[in-house]
Every structure is written in C-alpha cells, then in structure tokens.
C-alpha cells in the first residue's frame, strides 16, 4: 500500500504557481520523497526527489518540512503541458525497491 | 536522463493467444526492471520484479504462469501474456534504475496498451 496521502485533483491558472500537498506521516528515516507525473497514455516521469532538504532542478521545487511528514511540490510556472496525475512516493534510496504508486492528484493547468 | 523503451506501443489480438511485450534499457545496464499494469482511470499496479538471470518475483495476486518474465540480458526484458483474455486489457508499464546508483530515481518506458478481442 502507498505510504502517502495526496488530494484527488486541483486546479491552477496557467502561469501560476502549483503547489501539490503529500502527506507521508509514516516516512522511516532511510525514505526519500520522489516525485513522479503522468501525462495522459504515457509512463510515469521523473520530477524530484529529496530526503529532508529542499531541493530543486530545472522542472521544479520540493519542499519538505522538518518533520519530514508532509512535502509541497511546486511547479513555478505552471503551463497547459503540466496537466498531469502527480504522484509522491516515499522509498529508500538504495536497493532495488520498486515505486508504490497511490491514486495521486490530477492537476489540471486552466488557460 | 537514463532512456527505457517499450515495444509494442500497442498490440491488439484475439483471446487465447499470447503476446509479447519488450522493455529495453537504452543507455545503461538494468540488473532490475520491474513491471505494472494500469486499467483506465486508475493508478500503477506493481505486477512484478524482474531479475537478471534469475527468476522474476510476482506481487501477491498476480500469476506466474499467465504472466511470464524473462530478463535474459541487462539490457532487456520481456513480459509474455499467455493465453490473453479480454480481462487482461491494460495499459502494461516498465521500469528501470538508472544508471547512476547514487541517484535512485527509476525510468519508465513508454507503455504498452493491449486491446485483447
């Protein structure tokens, strides 16, 4: 079962930011949050991923509080294309553990 | 970033046949693919771990001896839907570690769809 918790669906205004809520209030110490999205018909993407420090690149921002039970993923600007199913997923960095996919949150990015 | 492809992008054939799917990692060595199926408007299901040279590990609920996985070389692995019925129409994913073991993230490929008549 999926260590996360996501809301179903959001909306955002194209050039707007998109802030995506997760809630992982069970994360061991070796978990790191990984962001994934799925545009429609088409794998899953790598977005970001981080242990307890707030990270970003070139797709967007992660930020996860101290507590490390709950992270934000940003997207800055967010464009029509950005319309996806969002997933957070918490796993160990190393080792060969698989992804745990939840239902996540479908964004949808309104002109 | 590391490249994981699939073949077929879709397939669609009769029940009772049996239909292959590819996945391929392009640019870097996987000892380890795993393997989901996703029906419409739900989320990835994990089907299946996939080992080279070795035998693959199934999720509970998943057969086996429907769905066989081969991992022959570091570079690919199949999935073989044998005896396909309607039921088994999905959306069928791969994925792989990337190259770099520091990183951690895993690539997908671009899906398979599988229409069964």
């Known amino acids: 079962d999926a260590k996360t918790t996501q809301p179903p669906s959001m909306d955002c205004a194209e050039g707007r930011a998109a802030n995506l809520p997760c809630n992982h209030s069970?994360?061991?110490?070796?978990?790191?949050v990984y962001w994934y999205r799925q545009i429609h018909s088409q794998g899953p993407q790598y977005i970001i991923h981080?242990?307890?420090n707030n990270e970003t690149n070139e797709m967007a921002s992660l930020i996860i509080t101290e507590d490390r039970k709950s992270s934000t993923l940003i997207l800055p600007h967010a464009t029509l294309r950005d319309t996806a199913v969002y997933y957070c997923?918490?796993?160990?960095?190393?080792?060969?553990?698989?992804?745990?996919f939840g239902k996540g949150t479908r964004l949808s990015v309104i002109a | 970033g590391a490249v994981v492809s699939q073949h077929p992008s879709w397939v669609i054939c009769k029940s009772g046949t049996s239909v292959k799917i590819e996945c391929r990692s392009l640019?870097?060595?996987?000892?380890?693919m795993f393997w989901y199926r996703q029906f419409p408007k739900q989320s990835l299901m994990l089907m299946a771990t996939?080992?080279?040279?070795?035998?693959?590990?199934?999720e509970q609920g998943v057969e086996k001896d429907k769905f066989l996985i081969n991992h022959a070389s570091l570079t690919l692995s199949t999935l073989t839907v044998t005896s396909a019925h309607p039921e088994d129409s999905s959306f069928y994913i791969c994925?792989?570690?990337?190259?770099?073991?520091?990183?951690?993230?895993?690539?997908f490929g671009e899906g398979s769809r599988l229409t069964v008549l």
């Open positions: 994925s792989a570690r990337g190259g770099s073991s520091l990183t951690g993230e895993l690539f």
């Open positions: 069970t994360i061991s110490g070796n978990e790191y």
């Open positions: 981080g242990l307890k």
């Open positions: 997923i918490v796993r160990p960095l190393s080792g060969n553990t698989p992804l745990v």
């Open positions: 640019d870097f060595q996987a000892t380890t």
């Open positions: 996939s080992n080279e040279g070795s035998k693959a590990t199934y």
